[in-house]
T-cell receptor, first 112, second 106 residues
Framework: QVQLVESGGRVVQPGTSLRLSCVAS????????MEWVRQAPGKGLERVAF????????YYADSVEGRFTISRDNSKNTVYLDLNSVRSDDTAVYYC?????RGQGTRVTVSS | DIQMTQSPSTLSASVGDRVTITCRAS??????LAWYQQRPGKAPKVLIS???TLEIGVPSRFSATGSGTDFTLTISSLQPDDFATYYC????????FGPGTRVDVK
């Protein structure tokens, strides 16, 4: 059974940093590209970042380009999202995705 | 990027009604389309993958069709648990989501 478990979300102040993690199980993680998507309060689902299966290709939404970094550790079946210089509009629930949202997400709140 | 649209954005219905939601992709995505249900305060839940394959445990009143650019989700007889927001999502090229259709009480 495929599982994706996100963690790392918390309340942070504007301009600070945090790392989100997503541990995968139930499938051959190293063979799949991964993405992070987010959902701001009361809004729809927005793709944030993509990483290829071996980590060599990465794409970012314009809204996070230069501030967020996606990475992965295939030995740990884990994908990461580093959020830097966070802003209030980064407040959202963040989900990792192989092809589908499967987890409960992790909540990031940016507030002073 | 592949853009996804949905209609209607809001649908008012009653228990027992037949409900249909449409989703359109900006370019052909084959059958690489999923449908989600999201209840308030909860994570989206996959109902259907590969355009028409019901996920395990999803009631048979849900069905979906389509390929290429045009897709539909149908609830044959709306139940109280079905009042929620529904999203389509393509996974042909990265992932992108439709804006959602809220099904509320008429």
């Amino acid at each position: 059974q495929v599982q994706l478990v996100e963690s790392g979300g918390r309340v942070v102040q504007p301009g600070t940093s945090l790392r989100l993690s997503c541990v995968a199980s139930g499938f051959s993680f190293s063979s799949f590209s991964m993405e992070w998507v987010r959902q701001a309060p009361g809004k729809g689902l927005e793709r944030v970042a993509f990483i290829s299966f071996e980590g060599s290709t990465r794409y970012y939404a314009d809204s996070v380009e230069g501030r967020f970094t996606i990475s992965r550790d295939n030995s740990k079946n884990t994908v990461y999202l580093d959020l830097n210089s966070v802003r209030s509009d980064d407040t959202a629930v963040y989900y990792c995705v192989d092809r589908f949202i499967r987890g409960q997400g992790t909540r990031v709140t940016v507030s002073s | 990027d592949i853009q996804m649209t949905q209609s209607p954005s809001t649908l008012s219905a009653s228990v027992g009604d037949r409900v249909t939601i449409t989703c359109r992709a900006s370019q052909s995505i084959g059958r690489w389309l999923a449908w989600y249900q999201q209840r308030p305060g909860k994570a989206p839940k996959v109902l259907i993958s590969e355009a028409s394959t019901l996920e395990i445990g999803v009631p048979s009143r849900f069905s979906a069709t389509g390929s290429g650019t045009d897709f539909t989700l149908t609830i044959s007889s709306l139940q109280p648990d079905d009042f929620a927001t529904y999203y389509c999502q393509q996974y042909s090229h990265y992932v992108t989501f439709g804006p959602g259709t809220r099904v509320d009480v008429k």
